[in-house]
């Protein structure tokens, strides 16, 4: 079982290799070594998750039509090609745009919504094969064994990316992308070879629900209607800045394109660290408490990194980069564990549904708000770097909020409500009486 963990967490790994040129480095130069709108990139940016409710098509799809006996790794291998072919083209796609602003657009709708796709098409599937793999025991630690090697794969990929673009030239970029491209491509193939069982007739679906039924769910309890803005406000500030924080070192205080590189790596860095603790605190330290101390921990970050756009301070933007990041881990690790608490056994698939509904939600509306924002207030004021400043402020404002919400949160009363039977279902007994 740990060689399938670990073939997993390749998959994993490499899916979101993927990301990271994009959200690290092609969106600081889009937005200012090539003076591309912050909301036209931020859109591009955030085709995976705009894509996000068609995983639902994808699984309940596979589920019914395996090709070649396989229900999986079919659609895996393609989304997988589908990354890589993105992410190794964005970078002409980015430069396209300085010589021919339509042609670069359409095209980069067209390869950066490839690559949005490709991210659903493999995520819905390697997750699936993942819970079919490891049995409702064994889910937890193939979890944590895939988000381990995903923030180490985030890590390294950032480095290495650091090394390939100093000095920094658009054929250096190119040339990078398209490494990382390959590895991404040579670790994805690695995971999937003799990874799922070739199966002889299709198995019967498991539960899927629609998102009128999601939405049933949450409005007819009071606790999951909290989660759900909570788990939405909260991610909105946390996911929000990953399209505009490396572009906002660059311009606010003059870092390179290599140095704010870097910055994914010690984010991811100290994610990790706070993913470990957190892990290890888990059962000696109440959830809540845990999920509360690393949205605190976000919140300082956040409010540092504004401080050293206004103070053009780079030891104080590092030191926010790190707050954040541990902040991250820990409210990470804790509000995942605190997700599965908020579910019921006979509806897990429904509410699991609705959550991860409010995670596409909050990267998407989080990105595209940043960089309409970040534009807007550029615009009014013809000052960038306020812009940047401002959002940083909002998004620690969320978290604010957040923290508040968390207070009335409360798994034990959210289970008692949500096994009372809704008024739907009870209207639909009643009528086939």
Not at 179 to 195: K, S
Request: glycine share 10%; net charge positive.
């Amino acid at each position: 079982m740990l060689r399938k963990r670990l073939q997993l967490g390749l998959i994993h790994a490499a899916v979101a290799m993927t990301l990271v040129p994009i959200n690290s480095t092609l969106n600081r130069v889009m937005i200012k070594e090539l003076a591309l709108s912050a909301t036209l990139v931020a859109v591009l940016a955030s085709l995976p998750y705009l894509f996000s409710p068609i995983q639902v098509a994808i699984g309940s799809y596979s589920d019914r039509h395996p090709i070649g006996g396989w229900r999986r790794t079919p659609y895996i291998l393609l989304g997988l090609l589908l990354c890589v072919g993105g992410v190794i083209l964005s970078p002409q796609v980015a430069y396209l745009f300085s010589q021919n602003w339509w042609l670069g657009l359409a095209l980069g709708v067209l390869v950066f919504g490839a690559w949005g796709m490709g991210f659903n098409f493999a995520s819905v599937s390697y997750l699936a094969l993942a819970s079919e793999i490891s049995g409702e025991k064994g889910r937890g630690r193939t979890i944590a064994v895939m988000f381990f090697m995903m923030i180490i794969g985030i890590i390294l990929t950032a480095l290495s990316l650091a090394r390939l673009i100093d000095p920094y030239t658009p054929a250096a970029l190119q040339r990078a992308f398209q490494i990382i491209g390959g590895m991404a491509l040579f670790l994805g193939l690695l995971g999937l070879i003799g990874l799922e069982k070739r199966a002889e007739k299709p198995v019967s679906s498991a539960e899927h629900y629609t998102l009128r039924q999601m939405a049933q769910a949450i409005l007819g309890n009071s606790q999951a209607r909290v989660f759900f803005v909570y788990l939405w406000l909260l991610l909105v500030a946390l996911l929000g800045q990953d399209v505009l924080l490396e572009p906002f070192a660059g311009e606010a205080l003059g870092l390179p394109v290599q140095a704010t590189t870097r910055i994914t790596s010690i984010w991811g860095g100290c994610m990790l660290v706070a993913l470990t603790i957190g892990g290890i605190l888990e059962g000696r330290v109440a959830k809540r408490k845990i999920a509360q101390s690393g949205n605190i921990g976000a919140l300082l970050g956040f409010l540092l990194i504004t401080s050293s756009g206004i103070a053009v301070n780079t030891q104080v933007f590092y030191t926010g980069v790190v707050m954040l990041g541990l902040g991250t881990g820990l409210s990470t690790v804790a509000n995942l564990s605190l997700m599965l608490d908020m579910t019921t056994p006979a509806r897990v698939g429904l509410f699991i549904g609705a959550w991860g509904v409010s995670n596409a939600m909050s990267r998407l509306s989080g990105s595209v708000l940043g960089g309409a924002i970040r534009d807007i207030v550029a615009q009014l004021t013809h000052n960038s770097v306020l812009g940047y400043v401002i959002v940083f402020g909002i998004e620690a404002g969320l978290i604010l909020i957040a923290i508040f919400m968390l207070r009335r949160i409360d798994p034990s009363v959210f289970r008692r409500q949500a096994e009372q039977i809704p008024f739907f279902e009870t209207a639909a007994v009643s009528v086939e009486n």
